[in-house]
């Protein structure tokens, strides 16, 4: 696929969507003027953290009828 049909299908995706926080999202890598791959990957958490964070969380969940 060409790079102006991957940018056509990106628009007609983009205006089917309905979730403001997607669209919100999409807004904020829009106007993000750089990407520093090194500091977010310092700032990222360990897959066993967020599995542990996960798992707490559903633990939490109020599971009665």
């Known amino acids: 696929m060409n790079l102006s049909a991957e940018k056509?299908?990106?628009i007609k995706w983009v205006q089917s969507l309905e979730n403001p926080l997607l669209i919100e999202e999409i807004n904020k890598i829009r106007k993000r003027k750089s990407f520093d791959f090194e500091k977010e990957w310092k700032e990222g958490i360990t897959i066993s953290d967020g599995r542990k964070k996960t798992s707490d969380f559903i633990?939490?969940?109020?599971?009665k009828k």
């Open 8 to 10: 056509n299908e990106i």
């Open 59 to 63: 633990k939490s969940l109020d599971w």
